[in-house]
């Protein structure tokens, strides 16, 4: 029997384009309004010293979220199923715990944002519009067919390009920002440190892991003629080709947004003397008169856009490892009456960050050291995930290897010195003044 010819190489990357999914959303909602506010935090407090940091972060955060991604896709099972399936229970609740922890903080200061950046733009009561954003993204989340909802998810994406725009409005000394960009800074200061580690918390953060591959997982259930690798080693070529492609370009997409708010923000607040950020929507408000009406409603819109993306990816992630954990039946694409304990962690998570701000618990306070959290919280899930890729049980003959392996290790070294650097500078220091 002749073979069907070899498409055309247009049509394959054309193909390409609409398999683009798990790591293109991954990257996208890391991009989030808390991640915006950090983001700017930096900037606005470090002007460009911090800009390295995303380059160094990239080659490491695609790798490991690469990494996330072949473990669901290869075993048919995400990250924390098979932690549940290969390791004692108390590690898979604990790291569960903590992911509920610091999910629920940032969906709160996630909604939060968004209400704020709708008073911006129109004015109005926070609170109410708060509740209808959390009430609307779960809404989706729950009633909304995969497939649709997914390709939402792919064209909500495509407003982290305002951040972009904004940037083209402002006055940058780009010899400063290749400066920054090339010149690592580095300081005993504790403030320095739990800065870095926020950042590294919101751009390697155990959320994706959880998210990406699940997704993946739901992509073999979603698309009839893919199956786990460990079944159809045939399609292993296709796929791992598919997944990188799709990671490195969404990570990429990720950390260019990250540079040009924090650019956009060390050019206009750091260089006014605006150091005090505490929110994406007070970093808006700020530019308004240093840059214009037009750039702050963009910052604005982008806040409200990735908040959409983010929320959902949030709650999601954390649903997905509660299930995996308990054993319960999941998948977006199953229908709610068929995976109701799934939905209703989804309901409960954003529902519950959203009330955080009817709470004298300001999510907002919390999240900086929510995003410190997940940068320590980080390191032991990469750990276990390195282990994961090479064990046999999980991998069969796919096990992480070379390359790939040398660099999913180093990221889980630097979030780890990262982490100890914050610890020693805030503790021993406090200890050395006292």
């Known amino acids: ?95 569960v715990a903590a992911l509920c922890i610091a999910n629920t903080i940032n969906i709160g200061a996630d909604l939060g944002a968004m209400g704020d950046a709708v008073r911006l733009l129109v004015g109005g009561p926070v609170l109410l519009y708060t509740l209808i954003f959390g009430v609307l993204c779960a809404s989706l989340q729950i009633l909304m067919p995969y497939a649709r909802y997914v390709a939402i998810l792919k064209w909500l994406a495509l407003s982290l390009f305002g951040y972009f725009a904004t940037l083209a409005m402002v006055h940058v000394p780009w010899s400063e920002v290749l400066r920054g960009l090339l010149v690592p800074t580095l300081t005993t200061d504790a403030h320095f440190w739990s800065t870095m580690v926020a950042v590294l918390g919101t751009t390697i953060s155990p959320y994706l892991f959880f998210w990406q591959s699940s997704q993946e997982v739901e992509e073999i259930a979603a698309v009839p003629e893919r199956e786990a690798l460990v079944r159809k080693p045939r399609q292993a070529n296709s796929a791992i080709e598919r997944i990188r492609i799709d990671t490195y370009t969404g990570m990429a997409f990720s950390n260019l947004v990250a540079l040009a708010i924090m650019i956009t923000t060390a050019a206009t607040l750091h260089a006014s003397n605006i150091t005090n950020i505490d929110t994406a929507a007070q970093a808006a408000a700020s530019l308004q008169p240093l840059a214009g009406r037009f750039a702050a409603a963009l910052f604005a819109m982008g806040i409200i856009s990735t908040g959409l993306l983010a929320v959902p990816v949030l709650a999601g992630s954390l649903a997905y490892a509660v299930a995996e954990i308990r054993g319960w039946p999941l998948g977006l694409a199953r229908l709610p009456s068929r995976a109701k304990a799934f939905y209703a962690t989804i309901a409960a998570a954003t529902l519950g960050g959203a009330l955080l701000n009817f709470s004298p618990v300001s999510p907002i306070k919390a999240l900086y050291w929510a995003a410190v959290i997940n940068g320590l919280v980080a390191v032991p899930v990469m750990v276990i995930m390195m282990l994961l890729s090479r064990d046999p049980r999980v991998m069969d003959k796919f096990r992480i290897k070379g390359w790939l392996r040398a660099l999913g290790w180093i990221a889980t070294l630097v979030m780890a010195g990262a982490g100890a650097a914050l610890l020693w500078t805030t503790f021993g220091t406090s200890s050395q003044n006292g």
């Open 1 to 95: 029997m002749k073979s069907s010819p070899a498409p055309p190489p247009q049509k394959r990357k054309l193909r390409w384009l609409r398999e683009f999914g798990p790591g293109l959303i991954t990257g996208a909602s890391d991009d989030d309004p808390s991640g915006i506010a950090t983001y700017s935090q930096a900037g606005a407090q470090l002007g460009y010293s911090p800009s390295w940091v995303m380059l160094v972060a990239y080659p490491l955060m695609a790798a490991i979220q690469e990494i996330s991604a072949r473990i669901g896709r290869t075993s048919g099972r995400g990250v924390a199923a098979n932690i549940r399936r290969y390791y004692p229970p108390w590690i898979s609740r604990l790291v």
